[in-house]
């Protein structure tokens, strides 16, 4: 069987990822324009970019506006124990402030996240319907930008009734160790029951702003809701990750005798 020939952009791609896996190109670093380096090598500028493309979807280069491709300085995806965070042990970890905090230093990187706190008597639509707000129940709000390692990699806000959470540590920037699930177990609201809902969708223009990513980038949007074993929804979080730095795990424990 004759061997597939390997075009000339996955050819590229290997050539650029092996220079960028031992440090030729090293993090931070911008790549060659996509006209430059077609025009050197008399390719179809076409060919360069789906190149480029394809290290942009294994996660070692990021576009940023006004600068080109440049390599990722995290090197690759995040990878998100969808399951699992979600334990006691896993988001307290190092005395972490909740789940994210707690992957990401894992991982060998450094969180940060920029807090917004606020109350809210319009919440979203969806949000208010979930919380079962009245017209005139206003909602607290945490709206964060996560960063590792200085790159913002996700945006998230967070809603609580205002009548469980005003005055209480998720209405402070700094929610303490364990994040906000801690804080709803102190108050008497543990959650029993996480749902995520999850799609893949363009950003909106603030997003992609606050993402530092071309509008014409997927994103993965996780909206979580977290009950109480009554089954009150008790917080809603909307999550937005860029597609091309995050890789969601799930896992379940699976009884064989159901």
């Given at each position: 069987?004759?061997?597939?020939?390997v075009?000339?952009?996955?050819?590229?791609?290997?050539e650029?990822?092996?220079?960028?896996?031992?440090?030729?190109?090293?993090?931070?670093?911008?790549?060659?324009?996509i006209?430059?380096?077609a025009?050197?090598r008399?390719?179809h500028?076409?060919?360069v970019?789906q190149?480029?493309?394809a290290l942009?979807?294994?996660?070692?280069?990021?576009?940023?506006?006004?600068?080109?491709?440049?390599?990722?300085?995290i090197?690759?995806?995040?990878t998100r124990?969808?399951?699992?965070?979600?334990?006691?042990a896993?988001?307290?970890?190092?005395?972490a402030?909740g789940?994210?905090?707690?992957e990401?230093?894992?991982?060998?990187?450094?969180?940060?996240?920029?807090?917004?706190v606020?109350?809210?008597?319009?919440?979203?639509?969806r949000?208010?319907d979930?919380?079962?707000?009245?017209?005139?129940?206003?909602?607290?709000?945490?709206d964060?930008?996560?960063?590792a390692?200085?790159?913002?990699?996700q945006?998230a806000?967070?809603?609580?009734?205002?009548?469980?959470?005003?005055?209480?540590?998720?209405?402070e920037?700094?929610?303490?160790?364990g994040?906000?699930?801690?804080?709803?177990?102190?108050?008497?609201?543990?959650v029993?029951e996480?749902?995520?809902?999850?799609e893949?969708r363009?950003?909106?223009?603030?997003?992609?702003?606050?993402?530092?990513i071309p509008?014409?980038?997927p994103?993965?949007?996780?909206?979580r809701?977290?009950?109480?074993?009554?089954?009150?929804?008790?917080?809603?979080?909307?999550?937005?990750?860029?597609?091309?730095?995050?890789?969601?795990?799930?896992t379940?424990?699976?009884?064989?005798?159901?």
């Amino acid at each position: 069987m004759a061997k597939r020939a390997v075009p000339k952009w996955e050819q590229l791609a290997r050539e650029m990822r092996s220079k960028i896996e031992s440090g030729e190109y090293p993090r931070g670093s911008i790549l060659p324009q996509i006209k430059e380096l077609a025009s050197q090598r008399g390719w179809h500028h076409e060919t360069v970019r789906q190149a480029y493309l394809a290290l942009e979807t294994e996660g070692l280069v990021t576009v940023r506006k006004g600068q080109g491709t440049i390599v990722s300085p995290i090197l690759g995806k995040i990878t998100r124990n969808s399951t699992g965070r979600w334990a006691a042990a896993a988001r307290t970890e190092g005395a972490a402030r909740g789940a994210f905090d707690a992957e990401i230093t894992r991982l060998g990187m450094t969180p940060r996240s920029e807090v917004a706190v606020g109350r809210t008597t319009s919440p979203p639509a969806r949000v208010a319907d979930l919380l079962a707000l009245e017209p005139s129940e206003g909602a607290v709000t945490r709206d964060r930008v996560m960063f590792a390692d200085d790159v913002p990699v996700q945006l998230a806000v967070s809603y609580y009734p205002a009548a469980v959470a005003d005055g209480t540590p998720l209405a402070e920037v700094d929610t303490g160790p364990g994040g906000s699930l801690s804080r709803l177990a102190e108050l008497g609201w543990p959650v029993c029951e996480i749902t995520e809902q999850v799609e893949v969708r363009q950003p909106t223009e603030a997003e992609a702003a606050g993402l530092d990513i071309p509008r014409d980038r997927p994103v993965i949007e996780i909206l979580r809701t977290g009950r109480t074993a009554e089954g009150r929804v008790i917080e809603v979080t909307l999550h937005i990750k860029p597609s091309t730095l995050w890789t969601l795990t799930y896992t379940w424990d699976l009884d064989p005798k159901k």
